[in-house]
Nanobody
Framework: QVRLEESGGRLVQAGDSLRLSCSASGRTISTSAMGWFRQAPGKEREFVATINWSGDSTMYADSVKGRFAISRDNAKNAVYLQMNSLKPEDTAVYYC??????????????????WGQGTLVIVSS
């Protein structure tokens, strides 16, 4: 059973950059697509970014396109989310997730079988 642990969330100023990490243990993630989701206070969880098993295919929510970049290091069993030009509306708990399908990118929550506990990002104006 895979365990996912996010790290890197903290309080930052608008315009700053931040890199989130997701470390997996218990099994390899190298054959699975991975994703990042977020949940802002009082809102539903939403898709942020996804990456396929090999790292050569990615997809982003429109709200973060051009500012965020998802990447992975299968040798380290880890996934990352580089967040640039942060805005107050990016404030949320960010979750890493492992997809159930065949390694292709996945945008929807139901396509994921394992989730981390989340890391809090607060962007002040």
């Amino acid at each position: 059973q895979v365990r996912l642990e996010e790290s890197g969330g903290r309080l930052v100023q608008a315009g700053d950059s931040l890199r989130l990490s997701c470390s997996a243990s218990g099994r390899t993630i190298s054959t699975s697509a991975m994703g990042w989701f977020r949940q802002a206070p009082g809102k539903e969880r939403e898709f942020v970014a996804t990456i396929n098993w090999s790292g050569d295919s990615t997809m982003y929510a429109d709200s973060v396109k051009g500012r965020f970049a998802i990447s992975r290091d299968n040798a380290k069993n880890a996934v990352y989310l580089q967040m640039n030009s942060l805005k107050p509306e990016d404030t949320a708990v960010y979750y890493c997730a492992l997809a159930t399908r065949d390694g292709r990118i996945a945008m929807f929550s139901f396509e994921y079988e394992a989730w981390g506990q989340g890391t809090l990002v607060i962007v002040s104006s």
